[in-house]
């Protein structure tokens, strides 16, 4: 074959070469999908940032607002995965074409935890047989007040803390890695009954003159005769961690001829001090302004519920100045003369029962 000849079927050649390699490329491109969406917390609109979202070997980084774009994936059913720190990882296949429109949802990943901890008392330490439930699950702190949850996972749990004797704690709590310690520090309950240590009743008829030896305190109030008194009620014992739950003021009507008809009694906190052989009406001290209390009738018991008073002293870091006891106007209702600390009857006396956690 001639030189010349064989030149001529090179350049068909090598033309007709180019020819199907452009014709490939614009078949490949014709045929190449895409792939735009979001990745956003399952469940939400929570867009996810700094995920990875690959299909085919193709991959990209989901923007601030959640968003991604893949292209150049080839069509028809390709798997696409995603990944985030902090997820469970994400796979699903997807018919991919020309231009895929694919929001991705990544649940949030939810590892094992192992919740464990110590049940005690501030001053008491680690207390045995405590209670910790969780759900409908109950385990009991040992002799150092150890407890463990050891198969639970990173959700959000509701914990009661029981024992006799103790107030129950509640909290929800988080573990937030495989092995999570929680403590928890109870109080223990009390009672105490705190006996008067200085009452004083005062006349607006007789306003210069003590009455704080007498055994009655009286409460009357028709607009012509005006009677209240003043007490006061030791803290001392109480311990300093104390947090009052109640505190009932009692005190014993000893006026037989006192109406059916219970009277309105007011109770305020006083904010000066005062001493009981001294205190009349013209030198009352002044009060934060009495308000109403709602009592019960008992026998002839009055309880009344001051609680708020001694949580002030107590945690609020207010000074004890003792109560005042007043009454409103009222014409029809009667006289009380209650027990004073004076009164022959001790166990009349007017008294606090006082129940606390410290």
Not at 11 to 37: E, K, N, P, Q, R
Not at 55 to 78: F, K, M, N, T
Not at 126 to 139: N, R, T
Not at 157 to 171: L, N, W
């Amino acid at each position: 074959m001639s030189a010349k000849r064989v030149s001529r079927t090179l350049a068909v050649a090598t033309g007709l070469a180019l020819v199907l390699s452009l014709y490939s490329c614009a078949f490949t491109s014709d045929l190449s999908g895409s792939l735009v969406g979001k990745v956003m917390v399952a469940g939400s609109s929570i867009p996810i940032p700094g995920a990875i979202v690959e299909c085919e070997g193709v991959a990209a980084v989901s923007a601030a607002d959640g968003a991604y774009s893949l292209e150049g994936i080839p069509p028809g059913d390709r798997v696409v995965f995603a990944s985030a720190g902090g997820y469970a990882g994400y796979s699903e296949v997807v018919a991919v074409e020309e231009s895929t429109l694919h929001d991705i949802y990544m649940a949030v990943f939810i590892g094992p935890a192992r919740l464990f901890g110590y049940v005690s008392h501030a001053t008491l330490g680690p207390l045995e047989g405590a209670a910790v439930q969780i759900g409908d699950m109950v385990v009991v702190t040992d002799s150092l007040g150890y407890y463990e949850y050891p198969n639970l996972e990173q959700i959000s749990y509701f914990m009661t803390v029981t024992k006799e004797g103790y107030r129950s704690f509640s909290q929800h709590v988080l573990p937030t890695s495989e092995d999570f310690q929680f403590d928890v520090i109870v109080k223990k309950l009390a009672t105490a009954t705190l006996w008067s240590i200085a009452d004083a009743k005062v006349h607006k008829s007789s306003p210069d003159t003590n009455f704080g030896d007498e055994p009655g305190l009286n409460l009357f109030n028709n607009e012509i005769f005006h009677e209240r008194f003043y007490i006061r009620f030791s803290l001392v014992g109480i311990e300093e961690t104390a947090e009052p739950s109640t505190a009932t003021l009692r005190l014993y009507n000893t006026w037989e001829e006192s109406s059916e008809e219970p009277r309105t009694i007011l109770v305020g906190s006083l904010i000066e001090s005062w001493h009981e052989l001294v205190v009349t009406w013209t030198d009352s001290p002044q009060t934060t302004g009495a308000s109403i209390v709602h009592s019960t009738y008992e026998d002839r018991w009055y309880e009344i519920a001051v609680g708020t008073f001694f949580s002030d002293w107590l945690t609020g870091g207010e000074e004890n100045f003792g109560l005042i006891v007043d009454t409103s106007v009222d014409h029809v209702a009667g006289r009380f003369i209650f027990a004073s600390r004076e009164h022959e009857e001790e166990d009349k006396r007017a008294h606090v029962v006082l129940n606390y956690a410290w």
